[in-house]
């Protein structure tokens, strides 16, 4: 089957989107963040947690989060044979991540939060200065003022949180198959991994436990938000359908299919639609 985006468009101007997104926010990673004042009581009381190596580097956070979306977009083309979904799947991921990219940078930059270990990069040998200026390496103070939201939180949520709606949509947990165990697992377990990479930030003393929350609940919110605008509701019998697949059904029905129903009409091209093979049988997830 064609890509029903392939002759549209709206597909350039999707692109056009995630290109600035993504632009904005290589742009205002290397921008310096607002510069907090910190007490002195302050410094040795919150932000004098050691330094230590993170358990998740960012390269290894980058290719989960990367890998995400191809693996999704690879099953929902080999293994269902839908083309539509293949795309749909990396459209709303890539646009979730800008948007959260975007976002985490704009409240990173505004807020200027010291890191737990913001001490030790401001003041390597650990002896302070009489003025409280920093004689660390320039690029980690200002990285060390970059704590809130935590961006491998929002991240991973973000990247994850979508799979878990996609796995959720396509094996119906919420609407047609409920009450299965393994498929209720499936769908939590992206979400198990994105809480073990978000309170791993918090064991490494990169941030502090409000930063993890706050960047975990953005990142979801992102991904099921923008999950919304590709997919019908995970709790309607359409869950796991791309609104361009089901959009183009009800396009054949207002165009005067005038022997089907809107309402029986609709489970018939359910059947035929690419997500169910183009055959009244039974899904392959089930």
Same mark, same amino acid.
């Given at each position: 089957?064609?890509?029903v ?13 995630r ?10 990673e290397s921008m310096?963040?607002?510069?907090r004042v910190?007490?002195q009581a302050d410094l ?7 330094r230590?190596?993170? +358990? ?10 990367l ?8 099953l929902?083309? =080999?293994?269902?044979?839908d ?8 459209? =709303? #991921?890539?646009?979730a991540?800008g ?7 704009i ?26 200026? /920093? ?21 991973? #949520?973000?990247?994850?949180?979508? =799979?878990?709606? #996609?796995?959720?949509?396509r ?5 047609r ?5 393994l498929?209720?697992v499936? /769908?939590?377990?992206?979400?198990v991994?994105?809480?073990c ?23 979801f919110?992102?991904?099921i ?17 791309? +609104? ?8 054949? +029905? ?10 029986k ?5 359910i ?12 899904d392959? #997830?089930?």
């Amino acid at each position: 089957m064609a890509l029903v985006r392939s002759a549209n468009f709206n597909l350039f101007v999707e692109i056009l989107v995630r290109i600035a997104l993504v632009s904005a926010f290589c742009y205002m990673e290397s921008m310096s963040p607002f510069v907090r004042v910190i007490h002195q009581a302050d410094l040795e009381a919150e932000y004098k947690y050691p330094r230590k190596e993170s +358990y998740v580097p960012g390269g290894m956070l980058w290719v989960i989060v990367l890998s995400v979306p191809c693996a999704l977009s690879l099953l929902a083309w =080999a293994a269902c044979n839908d083309c539509s979904d293949a795309l749909e799947i990396l459209l =709303a #991921w890539s646009l979730a991540l800008g948007i959260n990219g975007v976002l985490t940078d704009i409240v990173k930059l505004i807020a200027g939060r010291p890191r737990p270990d913001f001490f030790y990069r401001c003041f390597p040998d650990g002896v302070e200065t009489e003025d409280l200026k /920093c004689t660390g390496d320039p690029m980690e103070v200002m990285d060390g003022r970059k704590s809130f939201p935590s961006g491998h939180s929002s991240l991973s #949520w973000c990247s994850l949180g979508m =799979a878990s709606a #996609w796995l959720c949509g396509r094996l119906g947990v919420l609407s047609r198959g409920r009450g299965r165990g393994l498929r209720v697992v499936c /769908c939590l377990a992206p979400l198990v991994a994105a809480a073990c990479i978000a309170l791993s930030r918090t064991c490494d003393y990169h941030h502090h436990w409000q930063d993890v929350l706050v960047g975990s609940i953005l990142g979801f919110t992102t991904a099921i938000f923008c999950y919304r605008q590709y997919y019908n509701p995970l709790s309607s019998d359409l869950s796991g359908v791309p +609104y361009v697949v089901s959009n183009s059904n009800m396009v054949k +029905y207002m165009n005067g299919k005038s022997d089907v129903s809107p309402i029986k009409g609709d489970c018939k091209e359910i059947e035929s639609t690419p997500l169910l093979n183009g055959t009244k049988k039974e899904d392959k #997830w089930i």
